[in-house]
Each structure stands twice: as structure tokens, then as C-alpha cells.
């Protein structure tokens, strides 16, 4: 059974920093691409970074400038550091394990999903 755990969210102010961790269990995790996804109320879920198993390569979403992914095949985990953060990045943030090596920014290409951290960034 893989596991996928986020933790890290929180309310911080507009201009303020945090990073999620995502945590899997019962899979090789550095055999697998990992990705951050976000949704906000009434809103389809959306893409926010991927990054392929072995680190070497990494896609950001266009409007995510200031977000940075980075994994650590050693302990199963992955990281989105955000910084400067404004309140449109306010959501539930999401961590997802991919199907298969190489990143990616489409929804189809992971298979095993977190339940979600939330983040909200105030005015």
C-alpha cells in the first residue's frame, strides 16, 4: 500500500514563506517522479512543479515563479519551498507520486495522491 503524506501548510502573511514536505512510504520513491498540484474552491485542480525521480529535472508552472521543488531520495521525501507568497496562492495543496520516471505537469501521469495541506496567505 503507498502512503502519501503532506505536512507544512499554514496561514503566513503576504510576502511570507513555507515549505511543504510530502512524505511516501510502500513504493521505491527515487524510482518515481514526484509533483505538487493546488485547488481552491469552485476551481479545478491545478499544476504547480514536478520533478523527475532522480532531481535532475524540474518543471515549474509559469505563474509559480517564486516556487522551488526538490526531493530527497534518501528519506522519501519532497519539498516546495514558497516564497513570497500572495494571496492567490492561497489552496489546498496537493502531492502526487507519478507513474513512471520523468516529470510532469499533467494530472494523468500520477497515480498515488495526498489528502491535501492547506495554505492560506492573508492580505
Known amino acids: 500500500q503507498v502512503h502519501v503524506v503532506e505536512s507544512g501548510g499554514g496561514w503566513v502573511q503576504t510576502g511570507g514563506s513555507l515549505r511543504l514536505t510530502c512524505v511516501v512510504s510502500?513504493?521505491?520513491?527515487?524510482?518515481?517522479?514526484m509533483g505538487w498540484f493546488r485547488q481552491t474552491p469552485g476551481k479545478e485542480r491545478e499544476f504547480v512543479a514536478a520533478?523527475?525521480?532522480?532531481?535532475?529535472?524540474t518543471l515549474h508552472a509559469d505563474s509559480n515563479a517564486q516556487f522551488t521543488i526538490s526531493r530527497d531520495n534518501v528519506n522519501n521525501r519532497l519539498y516546495l519551498q514558497m516564497n513570497n507568497l500572495r494571496p492567490e496562492d492561497t489552496a489546498v495543496y496537493y502531492c502526487?507520486?507519478?507513474?513512471?520516471?520523468?516529470?510532469?505537469?499533467?494530472?494523468?501521469?500520477?497515480?498515488?495522491w495526498g489528502q491535501g495541506t492547506q495554505v492560506t496567505v492573508s492580505s
Open positions: 520533478i523527475s525521480s532522480t532531481g535532475g529535472g
Open positions: 502526487a507520486a507519478g507513474r513512471g520516471p520523468g516529470y510532469s505537469g499533467s494530472e494523468n501521469a500520477y497515480d498515488y
Open positions: 510502500g513504493r521505491t520513491f527515487s524510482a518515481y517522479a
